[in-house]
C-alpha cells in the first residue's frame, strides 16, 4: 500500500500547525495576541494551526521567537521543507524516463555529501551496481511504471555518479541483508558479475561493508532501504514515491537505527566469505 502524495503533503502540514499552535498555547498567547506580535492578520494564524495554509520561514521564525521558543526553529523549518517537497512522485519524474529518476541532481547531492550511510535490505546499492546488474533492475521499473525506454541512458547516469567512491574525502558505511546477495536481476552470470563486484570494491579504503546473515540474533530489522547524506537528509524508497527527511530529529532516528542495524553485521574476512558462499551456490 502507498500513500497519496497529496495526503501525505496535507498530513505533514497539519501535524506543522498543531506543533506551531502548542508554541503559542505553551507560550499563553491567544491567536489574535500572536498574530499581532507577528505583524498578520489572526485568520492566518488560525489557517496556519488548521494546517489550511503553509506557514513561510519567516513566518515560522517570528513565531518562535514571539513564543521564546527560537531554538525550535531549524526543526520546524526543516518540516516545512518536507511538506514542500519531501514526497515526489516516482510516476511523474518518470515521465521522462528512468534517466529523470536518476537525475543531475541526485548526482550533485553525491558530489556535495561527505558521508554516506548505506542500509539495503534486497538489493545492491546503485553505488555498488555493475552495468549489467543496473540495467536488469532498471528494465523492470521501465516496464513496472510504464516508463520510456531509456535503461542505456539511465545505466549511464548511475555509472558517472559511482565516480564519487574514487573521490577523497568521502566515507562510506553500507550495511546489507543477506537477502540483497541473493536478489537476481538478470542471469546467473551477471549475479556472479555483481557479487564479484563487491568483492573488488571492499579493498576500498573509504568504504566499510558490512553484511547481516540469514538467521542471526539482531537488535533491530529495518522496514525499508534507506540513506542518510552527512547528518542533514534521509532518502527512502517505495515502489512508486522517494521520501527525503530532512527534519533533524528524525534524521537522528535513522541514524540510531543505522547503529543497530550495523552489530548484527559482519565485516572483513566474515563479509568476504558469506558473498563467496553465495558465488558457490550460483555455480
Not at 506551531?20 to 494551526?49: C, F, M, N, P
Not at 534517466?99 to 550533485?108: E, N
Not at 546477495?181 to 552470470?189: I, S
Amino acid at each position: 500500500m502507498t500513500t497519496n502524495p497529496s495526503s501525505f503533503a496535507k498530513q505533514a502540514q497539519q501535524a506543522l500547525g498543531i506543533r506551531l499552535r502548542d508554541l503559542r498555547k505553551d507560550a499563553g498567547l491567544t491567536g489574535r495576541e500572536l498574530a499581532a506580535a507577528t505583524e498578520q492578520h489572526y485568520t492566518r494564524v488560525s489557517k496556519i494551526e488548521n494546517g489550511v495554509q503553509a506557514p513561510t520561514d519567516q513566518d515560522i521564525r517570528k513565531w518562535c521567537h514571539v513564543c521564546s521558543a527560537d531554538n525550535q526553529g531549524p526543526d520546524l523549518i526543516a518540516t516545512l521543507r518536507a511538506v514542500e517537497s519531501a514526497y515526489l512522485e516516482f510516476r511523474q519524474q518518470s515521465r521522462a524516463g528512468m534517466k529523470r529518476v536518476l537525475g543531475a541532481h541526485t548526482l550533485k547531492r553525491y558530489q556535495k555529501t561527505k558521508s554516506f550511510r548505506i542500509y539495503e535490505h534486497n538489493v545492491i546499492p546503485g553505488m555498488f551496481q555493475t552495468a549489467e546488474y543496473a540495467a536488469a533492475m532498471l528494465s523492470f521499473w521501465v516496464k513496472f511504471l510504464g516508463t520510456p525506454n531509456d535503461v542505456e541512458e539511465a545505466v549511464a547516469v548511475r555509472m558517472e555518479r559511482q565516480q564519487v567512491l574514487y573521490r577523497g574525502g568521502k566515507r562510506f558505511v553500507a550495511i546489507l541483508e543477506e537477502q540483497a546477495l541473493r536478489t537476481w536481476f538478470g542471469t546467473a552470470e551477471t549475479q556472479a558479475g555483481q557479487l564479484g563486484r563487491l568483492l573488488e570494491l571492499m579493498s576500498l579504503p573509504n568504504l566499510s561493508l558490512g553484511i547481516i546473515p540469514l538467521m542471526t540474533e539482531r537488535l533491530a530489522a529495518g522496514s525499508t532501504r534507506f540513506w542518510i547524506f552527512d547528518d542533514s537528509l534521509v532518502a527512502l524508497e517505495t515502489p512508486t514515491a522517494s521520501i527525503e527527511v530532512t527534519q533533524p530529529q528524525e534524521v537522528q532516528l535513522y541514524a540510531r537505527m543505522f547503529e543497530a542495524l550495523k552489530t548484527a553485521a559482519v565485516y572483513g574476512r566474515e563479509a568476504r566469505s558469506l558473498i563467496v558462499a553465495v558465488l558457490s551456490e550460483l555455480d
